[in-house]
């Protein structure tokens, strides 16, 4: 079945930039997904990139994706201590026929001051 | 905006009991989820409805059954409650899209409701 790996921890201090990274397996996924989950919150969703594309910019938010490697990471610019979160991968999409999401384990993200 | 209301934020509950989350959501979703989240797990899919009174098993769905008799609500049942059911239970719903994205599936979710049976 379709499987996402994140790893569980980054630590990266105030204003420095920090890279999420996730990986996939299922070759057919079409939309990828990053959801940020601040503490007591449910998850709110970041950005999507589909799988034609390489890059997506949004504000401080770059996402990448290697299809060829089924790699996908978020890189936050200056980060700030609001963004500490936990950030969570996602694949799926209506046209693999399969409605819900499979998610990653999440990134805990811990920005010192 | 998207609102997906979850009735409970926190309950306790004894082994054996039954147990009912509610999930509300006000924006004519087609597809409604549960997800249950546990650390170092992430989140795994239990059940999800794409339509009334349709559901289907996600990854986990032993120990849990749904409802759907209305579009807006889902409803997440534990029969009878273990310890091994501790967790956080997460709501989604999303719209069946159409369009340029027509293959996106932007889920949108709730608080979340964190369970804990004694």
């Known amino acids: 079945g379709e499987d996402v790996e994140q790893s569980l921890f980054l630590s990266v201090r105030e204003g420095d930039s920090s890279v999420i990274n996730c990986t996939y397996t299922d070759s057919s996924s079409t939309y990828l997904y990053w959801y940020k989950q601040e503490p007591g919150a449910g998850l709110q969703l970041l950005t999507y990139?589909?799988?034609?594309?390489d890059m997506k910019q949004d504000q401080r938010l770059t996402v990448l994706l290697n299809k060829k490697d089924k790699h996908l990471s978020l890189r936050i610019a200056d980060t700030q201590t609001g963004d500490s979160a936990i950030y969570f991968c996602?694949?799926?999409?209506?046209?693999?026929?399969?409605?819900?999401?499979?998610f990653g384990s999440g990134t805990r993200l811990q920005v010192q001051p | 905006d998207v609102k997906v209301t979850q009735s409970s934020r926190y309950l306790v509950k004894r082994t054996g009991e039954k147990v009912f989350l509610e999930c509300v959501q006000d924006?004519?979703?087609?597809?409604m989820f549960w997800y249950r989240q546990d650390p170092g797990l992430g989140l795994r899919l239990i059940y999800f409805?794409?339509?009334?009174?349709?559901?289907e098993k996600g990854d986990i769905p032993e120990g849990y059954s749904v409802s759907r008799e209305k579009k807006e609500r889902f409803s997440l049942i534990l029969e009878s409650a273990s310890t091994n059911q501790t967790s956080m239970y997460l709501c989604?719903?999303?719209?069946?899209?159409?369009?340029?994205?027509?293959?996106?599936?932007?889920?949108?979710f709730g608080a979340g409701s964190r369970l804990t049976v004694l």
């Open positions: 989604a719903s999303s719209i069946l899209p159409t369009g340029l994205r027509a293959g996106a599936n932007v889920l949108t």
């Open positions: 996602a694949e799926g999409g209506m046209d693999t026929g399969r409605r819900a999401l499979t």
């Open positions: 990139i589909f799988s034609n594309m």
């Open positions: 924006m004519d979703h087609e597809n």
């Open positions: 409805s794409y339509d009334v009174k349709m559901k």
